[in-house]
Structure formats: C-alpha cells, structure tokens
C-alpha cells in the first residue's frame, strides 16, 4: 500500500512543479536581477526584493511580513550572502504559512459524520467552477463515493451543459432543471434524490455572477434556505473557486464573495498557465480561510489537495 502511495506522491510532485513553472521561472528571473551585483543582503536588495514579490502577486500585506521576518533575520545573523536568499525565502516563507492551521491536508477527504456532506460551490464565471466541480466528482468517486451534482447555475444554459458533459464523464448522476429554473428549487431536488439515493457527497453549482453583491447574497441565502428543509446543517462546505491567473483580481473577489456569502474554503484554479503562482501564498496567509485546492493542469487529476509544506518545496526547488 505505502509503495502505492509513493508512487501517487511522486506523480502529485511532479504535476505539481510543472504546473508551477512559469511562475518559478518568472519570479527566480525577478529574484536573479534583483540581487546582481550584490554579495550580501542589504536595504537595496530588500528593497529589489520587496519589488519581485508584489510583482509576483504574492500581495502587499503577505510581502511586508516576509521583508519584516528577513529584515529580522539580517540584523540577527548581521551578514546573509545574497547566494542564500532563495532558501531563506523558502525558510520564511513556510514559517509564515506554519503559522496558519491550513494547507496540512494531502489527500482528498470528507468528514464521514456528515452523511450526504453537502458542498456549494460559488465564483465568477469563467474562473474554472464547473471543471473544478467534475474534477472534485472524478477525486470523491475514486475513493468509492457516491456523488451526485446539481445544476444551480439556471442563469445560463451553458453551465448546465458543461455540467452534464462532466457529469456523463465522471459517470455520477446530475440532478437539473431548465434555464430560468429556480436555483434553490434545483438544490432542494439534488438533496432530495442524494438522500433518496444514500449518496455520500452531493456538489452544488451555483450561478456566477457578482455585479450585485446585494441579490448574490439573496440568491445564495435562499438556496442555503431551501436545501435546509432536506438536510439540517447544510451547505457543509461553500468553495469559492479563483482563477489563480488573474493574480490581484482573485484577491478583489475573494473579497467581494466572502462579503456576500460565507466561505469556508478555497480553490485556486489554472496555475500551470500563469507566472502568478506567487497569489495563493498571500491569500492562504491573507484569508481566514484555508485553500483546500489547487488546479495545476488540464488533466481529469490535476486538481490537487493544496499542501503548504509541498506547495513552498515545490515553488522553491529546480530553479528554471
């Protein structure tokens, strides 16, 4: 069984540092030219430092405490030669996320006292929330979960067929209604049927729209509502769903969205395809709420547990 489960590890690992390699190149590029010509660390290459990590979307507040805790380090060790920064910055970097009680997990999991455990999915359109929800169905049915899906995006009829293309993928039943459906109706159909059907895990699509933070809040308040009625203490999980490529915007709607609704976790979608990798360390250290997940490339299994301590070792190791 371990062997297994090395050789899923050495799988993970490895889709984990391709899909982090644009942002890996482009910030050890940004880190080379900020300390040239420099043999040890000082205000300047401090300064330069600083640069390269809101440049890299690690964000402003995350960026000020990694500066304080090297600036800390300097005056203590009283030289730090700039061929040591990229593993001091690791070293901070995890110590900063250490911090959190988040990002431990390794493995697709759900809490087996919540029975269907029910989980809302919310985000913008466009941010990867339906293929994020057939990725999650494809994890959960692998472990010999019963999952069945709901079509709550009634807003645009697309959303409901891309639901079902990953639905008929996967091979789980998706319980739906018509464009312009009620979402809390299509809900309260999806819990029924996954009680009915003694399902493990039931994934609610909800409509991706934020230009009204007002009816949004309404809209998700009513399905919470509704699905209630079915299953007490539900949603168990509401997962916002970011797109990690539009680096700063993910913060603004992680934002907006946790303003709206209650978010409990968070996954950061599409970083093999940006230099922006660096955002979700500073919304795992910005937000009170954990990451649970990760979409580092195109494949049915490249949704990943997101894992600190893999994601810092990653980012850190074979510099491009």
């Known amino acids: 069984m371990s062997l297994f489960k090395n ?5 993970k690992k490895e889709t984990l540092d391709k899909g982090l390699e644009k942002s890996k190149t482009s910030f050890f590029s940004k ?39 090297i600036e800390a380090r300097v005056s203590r060790d009283k030289y730090m030669g700039t061929d040591e920064l ?3 910055l690791r070293e901070e970097i995890s110590g900063l996320l250490s911090e959190t009680n988040i990002g431990d997990a390794t493995e697709f999991s759900i809490p087996r006292d919540k029975k269907p455990y029910v989980i809302m999915v919310v985000g913008v ?29 009634t807003f645009r009829a697309a959303a ?26 299509v809900a309260f159909d999806t819990l029924s049927s996954a009680v009915t059907q003694d399902a493990d895990v039931v994934i609610i699509d909800t409509a991706g729209r934020l230009h009204n933070k007002v ?39 992680a934002k907006q969205f946790t303003k709206a609704t209650e978010v409990t976790s968070l996954a950061v979608t ?4 940006t230099a922006k990798g660096g955002v979700v360390i500073g919304i795992s250290d910005q937000f009170q709420i954990p990451v649970k997940y990760i979409g580092v490339g195109e494949g049915i299994e490249d949704l990943q547990v997101f894992n600190k301590h893999e994601f810092v070792d990653s980012f850190f190791s074979a510099k491009n």
């Open 7 to 11: 050789i899923f590890s050495s799988k």
């Open 31 to 69: 880190l080379g030219k900020a300390v040239a010509g420099k043999s040890k660390v000082d205000d300047d290459v401090l300064d330069n430092l600083e640069e390269v990590l809101v440049s890299s979307d690690v964000g402003v507040n995350t960026t000020l405490k990694i500066i304080e805790r």
């Open 86 to 88: 990229d593993h001091i």
């Open 125 to 153: 359109n466009g941010v990867g929330k339906t293929t994020t929800i057939g990725k999650l169905a494809y994890q959960f049915k692998a472990q010999g979960l019963k999952v069945v899906l709901g079509a709550a995006d």
């Open 160 to 185: 409901i067929d891309q639901l079902q293309v990953w639905a008929d993928r996967v091979d789980v039943p998706i319980i739906k209604q018509k464009m312009g459906s009620d979402p809390a109706s």
């Open 215 to 253: 009816n949004l809040m309404n809209e998700l308040s009513k399905v919470k509502r509704v699905m209630q009625k079915v299953v007490v203490d539900t949603p168990h999980d509401v997962l916002l769903v970011l797109d990690g490529s539009t680096g700063q915007n993910a913060f603004e709607q």
């Open 270 to 273: 599409k970083l093999d395809g």
